[in-house]
């Protein structure tokens, strides 16, 4: 199983995250955090990194049930979904919550995992798939890592 769903778009990097953040806030998703991995390393360490952010999303009701369930599963939320750009191809992937909770042994917690990824995949497979040739396939595949 893999970690991760993933999906390229053709759209420039700043309105990739502005519709991903739109898809998930359509599927009960809110944006607690964004990271802008590339600034943060060039101003800690001076790294140079290509253009990478981090959305921590969260479906506060899912979340609620969840910190029910398992009360140190804070540890692992919010459910982290990336923009990047490599070469010009801009990618969103998002976390597999089912695959990130298999070491927590709470059958629960595992209904509720399963109810938060079908609705990430909801939310990417809202995003507009990229149309060049050799783009990934729709985001419910699920590429190994």
């Given at each position: 199983m893999s970690y991760y769903y993933a999906k390229t778009l053709d759209l420039p990097f700043?309105?990739?995250?502005?519709?991903?953040?739109?898809?998930?806030?359509?599927?009960?998703?809110?944006?607690?955090?964004r990271i802008d991995v590339k600034d943060t390393l060039k101003q800690k360490i001076g790294?140079?990194?290509?253009?990478?952010v981090i959305l921590g999303a969260c479906n506060p009701g899912m979340a609620l049930r969840?910190?029910?369930a398992e009360d140190k599963i804070g540890t692992m939320l919010?459910?982290?979904?990336?923009?990047?750009?490599?070469?010009g191809v801009i990618e969103v992937a998002a976390v597999d919550p089912v695959a990130s909770m298999q070491a927590i042994r709470n059958d629960r917690l595992a209904d509720i995992?399963?109810?938060?990824?079908?609705?990430?995949?909801?939310?990417m497979d809202e995003l507009p798939a990229a149309?060049?040739?050799g783009a990934d396939a729709p985001a419910t595949k699920v590429r190994e890592k």
């Open positions: 700043e309105k990739a995250i502005e519709v991903t953040t739109e898809a998930l806030k359509a599927h009960g998703f809110g944006v607690l955090t790294a140079d990194f290509h253009p990478y969840a910190l029910q919010p459910c982290n979904v990336i923009v990047q750009e490599r070469d995992a399963s109810k938060v990824r079908e609705a990430l995949r909801a939310a149309r060049r040739a």
